[in-house]
């Protein structure tokens, strides 16, 4: 079993669309939680972090995590054509020896105009 | 504020030979993390240094190697290239927090 499992989309949408991304983790040790979007040949461009179970918003974009169920999510407001790309979530062990970011496999978004 | 730099923006090597793959970090960070991200597989951790250590590092065989200089820039070495090394190599810096943010890659293409 993967740790962090993505649902893989392709994702498309109509602009203005509540765009709802998510993935589930397995061990309970994953403390902190990321969102990347990545543009096509891009490298990835950090969108938001939390560490607390509950809602985190910035912007058109809110973190919600539930440490319960091992499930985190990403919703994006008002998707944007700009919005599309591939989002990847990122969980970071709870050991401070252990800093490296275990990512998902990346949702593929597309808005259309 | 200048991001992550890598160079060089691509690479191209015949199986055998070695790469030598370079990442600057933002200015004051003292971490910097490499990752490969091959078709198929997604982004996987390859080392982390930190403060000129090495502190951990993936999954992958000991050809991977690397180095981080005093300056904070470091070296991403691959030995004896495979065909299954082609990928996207990206390095990414952090201050010690939780934040990880990302160069623009480096293509490394193996025939």
């Known amino acids: 079993q993967k740790e962090v499992e993505q649902d893989p989309g392709p994702l498309s949408v109509p602009e203005g669309a509540i765009v709802s991304l998510n993935c589930t983790y397995s061990?309970?040790?994953?403390?902190?939680f990321m969102w990347y979007r990545q543009y096509s040949r891009k490298g990835p461009e950090l969108l938001m972090y939390t560490y607390s179970s509950g809602n985190k918003e910035d912007g058109r974009f809110t973190a919600q995590v539930d440490k319960s169920s091992k499930y985190i999510s990403l919703f994006i407001r008002d998707s944007q054509p700009s919005d599309s790309a591939t989002y990847l979530c990122?969980?970071?062990?709870?050991?401070?020896?252990?800093?490296?970011?275990?990512f998902g496999s990346g949702t593929r978004l597309q808005v259309q105009p | 504020e200048a991001g992550v730099t890598q160079s060089p923006t691509h690479l191209i090597k015949t199986r055998g030979q070695q790469a030598t793959l370079r990442c600057s970090p933002i200015?004051?960070?003292?971490?910097v993390y490499w990752y490969q991200q091959a078709l198929g597989l997604g982004l996987q951790f390859l080392l982390w240094y930190d403060e000129g250590e090495e502190r951990n590092r993936g999954n992958f065989p000991p050809r991977f190697s690397g180095r981080q200089f005093p300056n904070y820039s470091s070296e991403l070495n691959v030995n004896a290239l495979e065909l299954e090394d082609s990928a996207l190599y990206l390095c990414?810096?952090?201050?010690?927090?939780?934040?990880?943010?990302f160069g623009p890659g480096t293509r490394l293409t193996v025939t």
């Open positions: 990414a810096s952090s201050p010690g927090t939780l934040e990880q943010y």
């Open positions: 061990n309970s040790a994953f403390q902190y």
């Open positions: 990122a969980i970071r062990h709870m050991d401070t020896g252990r800093r490296a970011l275990t």
């Open positions: 200015s004051g960070h003292t971490s």
